[in-house]
């Protein structure tokens, strides 16, 4: 493999949780040096979060932590104390980047703000991808994800129309990696053509609110506000995911225009429903959604999913299958053909499946290594990057600083 597009670009690496590590994860799998910055006094979130192998706990075993912090280097310091707050400095010192995702001010009260790592090193680019950002009243709020799709109108709109706001999972958690990898490229460019370094203050909320901006609009602009339709669509009908044959198999389709309505008949071939005048329209299958997805229900729970899949993406309709973990390890064959996970045998759990970047450079794809254990790479990263002695590290081993 040549030299991959990252290459020579080193990381001081702060975050933790999901955010900030599937954004590093970009980072070190296209090349970059990504050193992690950790402390047994307060591990990493996903090191003692499940789902572990074989259910048994530790800081090397969670499934979470090994899909995304591949490719990095791990540094155990403890950085409560001062040698431990000079040591994460030198790190900072030897990094072209720093990155975070903690509340908030929290860097600052650490002592590692962006004045401070810019005192320390001028040229420093740092980015900080807080939940609210650094400025404004709610900027010190801390908490996860599920918090953040909240506050960004996500959970208000999902869910069925006569019960409450669902809870959907770390939402944003997924979308502001995308942001803050594309903003640190950008920094990345403009160092290179440069020379100056800048802060990166991110909020993941901001983030979170692009994906409902068009309500937004429709609010400011027709005062209409946006509800939970389940999984129904204004523009679409039948618009749902319906029960297959076999134990929890399911597809998602849509009909959109009656093109597609009579496509959608053809696939289903004799069934009474496909003649019924209630359901001949757009206008007269909204008006009876309710009957016409109870007998949709009738005839897919017959049907095998991913055939029923394949035969109505042939007829011009839009149709998944829901996958599994099972099904894109084990029966996916264009996740297979794409190469998208790397079996990595792990020292502690053995074979596991990690993913790679889903965009493929054909000069300079990106290469996977396994997350590093706790620590691992304390002695190596502290010898080869700050150049430091046996006896340095062994004082600071006694003093309590390394693990």
Request: hydrophobic fraction near 35%.
């Amino acid at each position: 493999m040549g030299k991959l597009p990252l290459e020579g670009i080193k990381v001081a690496d702060f975050c933790w949780v999901w955010t900030g590590p599937t954004t590093t994860k970009v980072l070190a799998d296209f090349g970059a040096t990504v050193v992690k910055i950790e402390s047994k006094a307060r591990p990493e979130t996903w090191r003692i979060q499940p789902p572990f192998k074989d259910n048994v706990p530790g800081f090397n075993r969670g499934g979470i932590f090994n899909t995304i912090n591949t490719s990095k280097y791990s540094v155990n310091i403890n950085t409560a104390k001062p040698k431990g707050k000079e040591l994460a400095k030198r790190l900072i010192a030897w990094a072209d980047i720093v990155t975070e995702n903690y509340a908030g001010g929290s860097m600052k009260e650490m002592g590692f703000g962006y004045e401070v790592c810019k005192e320390i090193n001028p040229d420093i680019i740092m980015m900080s991808s807080s939940m609210m950002g650094q400025t404004g009243p709610w900027s010190i709020l801390p908490g996860y994800g599920d918090l953040l799709s909240a506050i960004s109108g996500v959970n208000e709109i999902s869910g069925w129309p006569d019960y409450p706001p669902a809870e959907i999972g770390y939402y944003t958690d997924y979308v502001a990696p995308r942001f803050n990898a594309m903003t640190l490229l950008a920094a990345i460019d403009y160092w290179r053509r440069t020379g100056k370094g800048q802060y990166l203050d991110i909020a993941q909320h901001q983030g979170g609110l692009q994906y409902v901006l068009p309500l937004i609009l429709d609010y400011s602009i027709n005062g209409r506000v946006a509800g939970r339709n389940g999984n129904r669509d204004e523009s679409g009908s039948p618009h749902g995911v319906f029960r297959c044959k076999g134990e929890d198999r399911h597809i998602a389709l849509t009909v959109f225009g009656e093109d597609e309505w009579a496509g959608f008949c053809k696939v289903a071939g004799d069934q009474p429903w496909t003649k019924d005048p209630r359901f001949a329209t757009f206008a007269s299958r909204k008006a009876n959604e309710d009957e016409l997805e109870a007998l949709i229900l009738a005839w897919t729970l017959g049907q095998d999913d991913e055939q029923l899949m394949h035969r109505l993406q042939a007829a011009g309709m839009a149709a998944g299958m829901l996958m599994s973990p099972q099904d894109f390890l084990e029966s996916n064959e264009h996740i297979k053909a794409r190469n998208f996970y790397k079996e990595i045998d792990h020292p502690e759990i053995g074979i596991i499946h990690v993913p790679r970047q889903p965009c493929v450079l054909s000069k300079t794809p990106c290469d996977v290594r396994r997350a590093p254990l706790m620590g691992e790479h304390t002695d190596y990263v502290l010898k080869e990057f700050l150049h430091m002695t046996d006896d340095e590290i062994a004082e600071l081993v006694v003093e309590e600083v390394l693990y």
